[in-house]
T-cell receptor, first 116, second 113 residues
Framework: NAGVTQTPKFRILKIGQSMTLQCTQD?????MYWYRQDPGMGLKLIYY???????DKGEVPNGYNVSRSTTEDFPLRLELAAPSQTSVYFC???????????????FGPGTRLTVL | GEDVEQSLFLSVREGDSSVINCTYT??????LYWYKQEPGAGLQLLTY?????DMKQDQRLTVLLNKKDKHLSLRIADTQTGDSAIYFC?????????????FGQGTTLQVKP
């Protein structure tokens, strides 16, 4: 199993450009998440999905969009990139073990995005 | 809203114990977690504790939970240079299990040889 893979690893965007960050998992997890990590700020949840066709906003969704057409893929779209979106982006996935069980999230290696 | 707070930095000598502390706000969290992030990598689950437990031990790791004070700690015994990393405390968001987590800012652990 490759686990959670993310592409690209690095990207530099100009203000106003758009791009899609790719995320794929091969563990048949139903839950998937996108986070951003800013220095000294921990991780903030952007969007999450509990299954194909179902997505919902996290803490910081503005400026981003997601889709979940398959169980494996959960791309994150940035429209009109802004310097405030400079960050490291992590995709994660987990398996629904039910309400009474713990939920281990598996993280990809991250995408480092700079908007100039 | 819900918040998780951690101190930002801890430095210890190899062989000493490390204690990383965390406070959280959501008293309905069912599970609390410790994740580890090594340089240039994503986070990995280190350990977790169910909210009705006071303590959990796993080899060199001891997790203590004080629900009254909403305080969580991670103790690493016989700290090694390979333990140098950023450690994140996280709480589940409410009692549901959508898997949504609130993370602290992370504590950078520096282990000096």
């Amino acid at each position: 199993n490759a686990g959670v893979t993310q592409t690209p690893k690095f990207r530099i965007l100009k203000i106003g450009q758009s791009m899609t960050l790719q995320c794929t998992q091969d563990m048949n997890h139903n839950y998937m998440y996108w986070y951003r990590q800013d220095p000294g700020m921990g991780l903030k949840l952007i969007y999450y999905s509990v299954g194909a066709g179902i997505t919902d906003k996290g803490e910081v969704p503005n400026g981003y969009n997601v889709s979940r057409s398959t169980t494996e893929d959960f791309p994150l779209r940035l429209e009109l990139a802004a310097p405030s979106q400079t960050s490291v982006y992590f995709c994660a996935s987990s398996y629904d073990r039910g309400r009474s069980s713990y939920n281990e999230q598996f993280f990809g290696p991250g995408t480092r995005l700079t908007v100039l | 809203g819900e918040d998780v707070e951690q101190s930002l930095f801890l430095s210890v000598r190899e062989g000493d114990s490390s204690v990383i502390n965390c406070t959280y706000t959501d008293s309905s969290s069912t599970y609390l977690y410790w994740y580890k992030q090594e340089p240039g990598a994503g986070l990995q689950l280190l350990t977790y504790i169910f909210s009705n437990m006071d303590m959990k031990q796993d080899q060199r790791l001891t997790v203590l939970l004080n629900k009254k004070d909403k305080h969580l700690s991670l103790r690493i015994a016989d700290t090694q240079t390979g333990d140098s990393a950023i450690y994140f405390c996280a709480e589940t968001l409410g009692s549901s299990n959508t898997g949504k987590l609130i993370f602290g800012q992370g504590t950078t652990l520096q282990v000096k040889p």
